[in-house]
């Protein structure tokens, strides 16, 4: 039996449904025909595989909703406790499904989260008003408790990569082990625990462990890719770990060295930790997205390191590792209580060595709340990796 959150309840979603409703009629629609797949989660509970055939949920301001998806699914739908559920013979099919979709609704005032350009002249000309809007979206950023609790736990196991990898990474290395190498020994680790944990209770939703370990010059990629090399005395080495549990994610992220810290390398791990710390402050203060980022990177920048700087300071996280909100250049959207994102402070020096460090934040009524703990419980000065 599973400690701690349980997956979401058919409770859940019909509030998740209610929410829907109540957008989809306060922008004056008849209501919301949801085609991408976090969004189908969202709303029935149904994590299926996005692929080439068409799902939607129709969530209509009165009446009941519609579950319409390829036959092959009748079984999965079957599950979700639906009544109306209508399937569609295959792909790609005389009559495109999402076309079908609109034919099945039968209204004239909606809004879709998604449609190829290819059919957006024929899904207008059934419609009076099409909204291009993903309203559910919209609706997802503000995460509710039981939302709340998965990425918390999902956190953990996340810092447990992180705690495996900092305690036996020294004896793997010493033995020739490679990147490749320290990031199985971790991953067995922290998976085998998720799946120990949680796998009965959880069955049939999303759960595990995403990692990337990468060292010296290419450690200066913000995407490295993990190899089979064996990192050397004097190198950072950057792990950055996603994990989920029941559909939701978290990320814990840290960069280690191998041996002694430099003065170098600590005036930059410091200039990282300031970088985390002004975005914390920025989302505790509620200013904009944009207004975010900015404060994180200019801690950065009045390190000297703006020419290091590659990436946003984070992203929202929820049912997708990475989703909207983005604390990047260009999102002007207010900071709100139970928004939760990634704060990810990056600095990349091209052949010489790269840096990064990744929180969970939880925006909460009195500030921000951080789920991963592995940078609070290991200080910069212990971030290290004897060899």
């Avoid at 701690?4 to 008849?30: S, V």
């Avoid at 930059?268 to 997205?289: K, L, S, Y």
């Avoid at 700087?309 to 989703?323: D, K, N, T, Y």
């Avoid at 969970?360 to 500030?367: L, R």
Wanted: proline share 6%; net charge negative; aromatic share 4%.
């Amino acid at each position: 039996m599973s400690d701690g959150p349980r997956p979401l309840d058919a409770g859940f979603f019909a509030r998740a449904r209610d929410r829907l409703r109540t957008r989809a009629e306060a922008a004056g629609l008849d209501g919301l025909l949801l085609l991408r797949a976090p969004n189908l989660a969202y709303a029935t509970g149904l994590f299926l595989s996005a692929n080439e055939r068409p799902m939607g949920v129709w969530l209509p301001v009165d009446g009941d909703p519609i579950l319409m998806l390829p036959g092959l699914e009748r079984e999965n739908a079957e599950g979700t406790g639906l009544a109306d559920l209508r399937f569609y013979d295959e792909f790609p099919g005389e009559v495109p499904a999402v076309l079908w979709m609109l034919d099945q609704i039968g209204r004239r005032s909606i809004a879709i989260d998604q449609l190829d350009a290819t059919l957006l002249d024929a899904a207008r000309g059934k419609l009076n008003h099409l909204d291009l809007t993903d309203h559910a979206m919209l609706a997802r950023t503000i995460k509710e408790p039981e939302e709340i609790a998965l990425t918390i736990e999902a956190a953990s196991f996340a810092d447990l990569f992180l705690t495996r990898l900092h305690a036996a990474a020294g004896d793997i290395i010493t033995q020739g082990g490679t990147e490749a190498d320290l990031m199985a020994d971790a991953m067995a680790h922290a998976r085998g625990a998720l799946f120990a944990k949680h796998k009965a209770a959880f069955a049939g939703t999303p759960m595990g462990i995403t990692a990337s370990v990468h060292s010296g010059p290419r450690a200066a990629l913000p995407h490295g890719a993990v190899l089979e090399r064996v990192p050397q005395p004097g190198e950072t080495l950057i792990a950055g770990i996603g994990a989920s549990l029941g559909g939701y994610h978290a990320e814990s992220g840290v960069t280690l060295i191998l041996g002694e810290i430099s003065a170098e390398q600590r005036r930059i791990m410091h200039a990282m930790e300031a970088c985390n710390d002004a975005a914390v402050a920025a989302c505790a203060a509620r200013r904009t997205c944009t207004e975010a980022n900015d404060a994180a990177l200019d801690a950065l920048q009045a390190a000297g390191l703006g020419d290091a700087i590659r990436h946003r300071i984070g992203h929202g996280m929820g049912l997708e590792g990475h989703e909207a909100p983005w604390l990047a250049p260009g999102d002007p959207t207010q900071i709100k209580t139970h928004m939760i994102f990634s704060n990810e402070p990056g600095v990349y020096r091209p052949g010489v060595d790269g840096y990064r460090t990744i929180n969970t934040m939880i925006v909460t009524e009195d500030g921000v709340d951080i789920p991963s703990r592995f940078q609070a419980n290991t200080p910069i000065d212990a971030r290290t990796i004897a060899i």
